[in-house]
């Protein structure tokens, strides 16, 4: 306990049952990660996660019961790990963004701390954290690290990037934004978006609920027409994956947490988004486009729509790229940068030798192939 907050360790099925209780700390969160809601947990478990067991959601409750943190982990042992076993969040990796506990704006501090002394205190779970995809600035980080430092736990950090975000500042409209997130390709890049203007009615549709999961296989399809489909890596060629994704979506969408995101070019989609939104927080999945059109890009077209989509609405936005760390930073129109890093955190005592010299060995390997194959760039999704 920390200052009047409890900790408990919730099973998957009654996890299932406090959708409520999560949209309403994502409210309360300085950033939300949907990545842990509920809706990902029982879509996980349909899919990539064959037992309830190897799930730990941790939950984090104030003096009058209301839900102040959420850190869900699922249990690893692999090369990934040096052979040890370690609770990894996020729980499935391949297309979620972001490993960092969801706590209260208010009582950021108290809550990271309790989640862990929870983790010190718990003999039956590992007290080793795989956190491949965290944030390392902002309030919740700043709680993060010094409840590390309160319990005597190691963060340890490997490969680090910057992840593309949008977040606006007051008074900004979309010129202005995209004006200084563009900076010196502002003129170049809205050219660009003039001629794919030009050559047809271009119209953005954003698609929640039920019209998300219909939309979605306007994305699938135009994934499988490009180079993803050409090598086989597009979902409509991986069965198990494209029926995850579906899952996800589906769930997500019945919560009212996600969207698809589509720009029609004389009624045709030509580049689609597929992104988690709630509480004025977006992070994107996926991204595709019609790429017999890449002179026009397609790709930033919709992200310069979905711009002044937003700029257009009622509140603040927060727009979270979702990019990994062999992406190009500079192919996207946003104008913020996340740092992120591949990180450890050694609970208390515990020795974390083998984890860190696989994690090490990991980013001199990935170091080496950029040097004989050249880094990656562009967009990865």
């Given amino acids: 306990m920390s200052e009047g907050i409890d900790v408990r360790r919730v099973s998957a099925a009654s996890y299932g049952a406090m959708a409520a209780a999560f949209a309403d700390l994502c409210r309360r969160a300085e950033a939300p990660n949907l990545h842990m809601a509920p809706a990902a947990i029982v879509a996980a478990l349909s899919g990539p996660v064959r037992r309830a067991d190897e799930i730990v959601i941790l939950c984090a409750e104030g003096s009058a019961g209301e839900l102040v943190g959420v850190w869900a982990f699922g249990k690893r042992r692999s090369l990934h790990t040096g052979f040890t076993t370690m609770l990894q969040a996020p729980l499935v990796p391949l297309y979620e963004v972001s490993s960092a506990p969801m706590l209260d704006r208010q009582v950021a501090a108290s809550a990271a701390l309790a989640l862990l002394r929870f983790l010190a205190g718990a003999a039956d779970l590992p007290k080793l954290l795989r956190l491949p995809l965290l944030p390392v600035?902002?309030?919740?980080?700043?709680a993060l690290a010094a409840?590390?430092?309160e319990t005597g736990s190691?963060?340890?950090?490997?490969?680090?990037?910057?992840?593309?975000?949008?977040?606006?500042?007051p008074g900004e409209d979309a010129e202005r934004y995209l004006r200084r997130a563009l900076g010196q390709s502002y003129k170049k890049r809205l050219q660009q978006h003039r001629m794919l203007e030009r050559a047809g009615t271009l119209q953005l549709g954003r698609h929640r609920r039920s019209d998300a999961v219909t939309a979605l296989d306007d994305f699938l399809a135009l994934e499988a027409a490009g180079w993803k489909g050409t090598n086989g890596t597009a979902l409509a060629r991986l069965p198990d994956d494209a029926a995850y994704f579906r899952e996800v979506i589906s769930r997500f969408a019945e919560a009212d947490m996600a969207r698809i995101d589509l720009l029609r070019l004389d009624g045709k989609p030509v580049a689609a988004g597929v992104l988690l939104d709630f509480a004025g927080q977006a992070h994107f999945l996926k991204i595709a486009y019609d790429e017999t059109l890449a002179r026009l890009s397609p790709g930033r077209g919709l992200a310069i729509e979905?711009?002044?989509?937003?700029?257009?609405?009622d509140g603040p936005f927060r727009l979270d790229s979702g990019a990994g760390d062999r992406v190009d930073a500079s192919a996207y129109p946003w104008g913020e940068r996340q740092a992120m890093a591949n990180a450890i955190i050694a609970v208390g005592p515990t020795g974390s030798s083998l984890p860190r010299l696989a994690a090490r060995g990991r980013l001199l390997l990935r170091q080496w192939r950029d040097r004989k194959d050249g880094p990656a760039g562009g967009a990865a999704r």
């Fill in 137 to 142: 600035e902002g309030a919740g980080f700043t």
């Fill in 306 to 313: 979905m711009l002044r989509h937003d700029f257009a609405g």
């Fill in 154 to 169: 190691r963060l340890h950090r490997f490969e680090r990037w910057e992840r593309p975000l949008a977040m606006p500042r």
């Fill in 147 to 149: 409840a590390c430092a």
